[in-house]
């Protein structure tokens, strides 16, 4: 393994702790299925960079804040519209970003692949995944009265609205900083399967964050050791691995 | 129908004039007005869905709302809620829900044990995840949260809703215990008007029919209550007691 090698995985490792960490917020806040989905919305403007010819990861961003700013603002107004916007928006981006991507990136963008990072990749990966992890860890409180109720939240002075747009924010970027490995398709996944893992096997507040963000890193790596030794697919070794942390951990669930 | 005066007395803990609340073009309250004296215990009442949990969330600013409430300069609000829709497996102990808040206001982690000691919830039950708790100890526990931080004014919603008699009567002796030995001043959503009469200095009628405010005993008269709550008569409405 060579020095770039080593601090690819290492990026991957730290991008999958900020996953966790956000996928259990995601849990707490009730968007299973929108987190789930909402990396897909990365599709058409992944496409449409392409075909204009500017970096992916541009559009990429575009098309994620749009996505999170449609759900901070119709959440904030009806409580419902999350699942409409899921099935209908979410999904449809999925066609949409698949009719604008070349047809030899398709699978690459659906699915992730690069287990090589630019050193530029890597350093971003790994910087920016550990700014997310600490300002999740600082607000973390915040976080969870804001999710818990809108009520609490008030009356405790806390400014939920802000607080509310700070995290999807978070889970954009986070969603950004995996594409390249997992793609549109699973990084959503990676966000939620060691999340909902973390909650069967955890106790308390603490203990669930903190396997969140184990069983994220260690699904990632065991995935990358996989995907190697048998000359698989990164992304789908990595969330196949997740899924099986997840199946296990039922049998712990009380 | 009476109101309470709307002049801002240096008595009045808070006023609220003319509140108005609209939910998705529904008018939920319209021009409600009224003041809480400090270490007041006051009742709010009136029948379902007229608008009592929706009265408490504007006074705490979660949802928008039109006129004014003006709180004191020192007001430290508390709030328990009815209940809180929590995830059956939701890994957050009571302890760590608690901590939630002393540690956003700043407090030391001791704030959580003397608030747990004061309710008389014990070490064991801190340690438990919140969706394992009866409903009374979820009740413990949002009030436990609610006087974190030392409040001085707790606003309370259905405090017995969920609790058997003896839980009731021991939630109200705490209640009494804390506008006594704290000055604290209570607001709190009834159903039950023997407990009001017997508790409130203050109650606060809510409908869409009638709205009035003023010491129990007088202002529950017979046509207010029959007016309020429908044809039900007086001793029907809570035969519980």
Redesign the interface.
Known sequence: MNTLEFFSLVAMLVVAAASGLVGAFA??R?MTLAADAMSHVALPGLGAAMLIGINPLIGGAIALFLGAVLVWRLELKTKIATETIVGVVFSTSLAVGALLSPDHELLELLFGGETLFTWGEAIVGMVTGLVIIGLILSLK??F??SF???????????RREFLEFLFLMFFVITVLLGLNFLGVLLMGSLIIVPAAT???V???????LFASALISSLSVLVGWLIANRFAFEIGPSIIAVAAVFFFVSLLF?? | MSKLSTTSSPDNFFTVSKMEVTIRDRVILHDISFSVKRGDFAAIIGPNGAGKTTLFRALIGSIPHGGTVVWAKDARIGYVPQHVDLDRHLALTLQDFLQLKSRVLNLPDTAVNDVAQMLHIDEGKLKLPLSSLSAGELQRGLIAFALIGNPNVLLFDEPTANLDAPGEEHIYQTLHKLQNERDMTILFISHDLNLVTRYADTVICVSSSLFCAGPPKETLTPEVVDKLYGSLPFEHIHAKK
């Not at chain 1, 818990?148 to 806390?158: P, Q």
């Open positions: 849990l707490m009730r409180e915040r969870a009265i818990l109720s809108a009520d609490l939240a008030a009356v405790t002075g806390i973390a909650k069967n955890a106790k308390s507040f603490k203990g669930d669930r009380d």
